[in-house]
């Protein structure tokens, strides 16, 4: 049965999880658009393998992105998987440049096995995450009292809480799915501001929408055996894309507390929708020692509605490769079971600025995972660097450095004990 020490550091894993969904994970102006930044959708060595995932069958770690995995884990074992990171983002666009530091929350998920051919996991991760503040000051030469300063703002983002199963329908092939519920909040602001004139009135529009819906995965995943010591796996998601339900509302202010405001909130009538997802990961296994996957995303963006726009976004490609490789797992040394990864990807995101594709991402990522003493627990440690390259001269580059912290316990609980 789990120690006392490590039931204390999950208890602290999870109420520091649940903290930080009301954080703003995120200062990227990029947010300003759509649900906001998509979190990555993977586990702490798939964060290390440049977010490799749909090929991944790892009896010790949980996988989320492809529920068919949750087949792999052993009858006696019950995994608790979780992460948190901190990073630092430089934002500038040729002319500025500035710094920002942010804590995230990465994942909190568990796995079991409930039959010979049958597995199940389940958790809370998040969807997306909204923050930024940014100012604009518009001087008018002919008139420099009535220069304005305009601010946007937002906050906010979505989160999913999970349950899925995994089953073997033959030796080699299992499917699963996972489903989740979907819900948040996200709010825009802008607002004007007249400094230098106090007879012009202030300005302020807000709009705030609550979200809320489901979300389902398919997954597959195909193992072929060569040899003894070499296995193939094949991979594959499927996300089906829907309208999801909102309660969405605008408010005006004109004026401030010293002039006299007029207020005017109203509800409006939107549509949202979240997309089309597929899938696909190829991952090759030598003698459980060398893993080295690839894996490529679709989603169909361009085809969701958002806040009544059929044409909001664009569609989402990414592609991923990556590499975990072990010493000797059957090893006596310490250092023979640690594990090391290595990754890379390549990204284009859904957002879109006056109709035009707004960036580009790179990102690369290695890390390690360290055997916690007499267990089968894991310490992860993974480093990425992410860099978002505007596709116009006036929009912002981005270079992120993030560090991610995981744990992994992978406890024996459901076996017998026999005293002699």
């Known amino acids: 049965m789990i120690g006392y020490k490590q039931a204390l550091l999950v208890f602290l894993l999870v109420t520091l999880s649940v903290a930080a969904l009301a954080q703003n994970n995120t200062n990227s102006p990029y947010t300003r658009y759509g649900y906001g930044q998509l979190s990555d959708i993977g586990s702490s060595n798939s964060k290390a393998m440049g977010g490799v995932a ?13 529920p068919a995995s949750y087949t792999a884990v052993d009858s006696l074992t019950f995994i608790f998987d979780g992460a948190v990171s901190l990073q630092n983002t430089n934002f500038s666009n040729g002319a500025l ?3 920002a530091k942010n804590s995230s929350f990465d994942y909190v998920t568990m796995q079991f096995r409930v039959a010979p051919w049958c597995g199940m996991s389940f958790g809370l991760v998040p969807y997306s995450n909204v ?11 002919a008139y420099p009292e009535s220069s304005s300063s305009v601010t946007y703002s937002g906050d906010g983002g979505l989160h999913q809480l999970y349950v899925g199963a995994g089953f073997k329908i ?8 996972n489903f989740s519920y979907l819900w948040g909040d996200i709010s825009h602001a802008v607002s004007l501001t007249f ?5 012009q009135l202030p300005f302020l529009r807000s709009t705030n929408a609550k979200l809320k819906s489901y979300k389902l995965d398919f997954g597959m995943q195909y193992t072929q055996m060569v040899g003894k010591k070499h296995a193939l796996t094949l991979g594959a998601v499927v996300s089906p894309g829907h309208d999801i339900d909102n309660r969405t509302s605008v408010e005006t202010q004109v004026g401030n507390s010293t002039t006299g405001a007029t207020v005017n909130a109203r509800d409006s009538l939107a549509t949202y929708g979240i997309p089309l997802s597929v899938g696909v990961g ?32 664009c569609s989402r490609t990414r592609i991923g490769v990556g590499a975990e490789y072990i010493p000797n797992p059957m090893g006596r040394s310490y250092l023979a079971h640690i594990k090391y990864r290595i990754g890379a990807y390549y990204s284009q995101p ?22 916690l003493m007499r267990s089968r627990s894991l310490l992860s440690v993974t480093a990425q660097y992410v860099r978002t390259k505007g596709k116009h001269p006036s929009f912002l580059d981005e270079n992120t450095l993030r560090v991610s912290i995981g744990i992994t316990f992978n406890e024996r609980w459901f076996f017998k004990s026999r005293v002699e």
């Open 282 to 313: 190829l991952a090759y296994v030598y003698d459980s020692r060398l893993t080295v996957g690839a894996d490529f995303l679709f989603q169909q963006w361009n085809k969701t509605s958002y806040m009544n726009a059929g044409d909001a976004f």
């Open 350 to 371: 859904y957002y879109k600025i006056n109709g035009l594709r707004a960036a580009d991402e790179y990102g690369v990522s290695g890390g390690f995972a360290f055997p």
């Open 97 to 99: 440049k500035q710094n």
């Open 170 to 177: 033959f030796k080699n092939f299992s499917v699963g799915a």
């Open 131 to 141: 923050g930024y503040s940014m100012s604009e000051y518009r001087r008018d030469e």
């Open 54 to 66: 749909y090929g991944l069958r790892d009896g010790s770690q949980v996988n989320f992105a492809n």
């Open 195 to 199: 400094p230098s004139d106090a007879n």
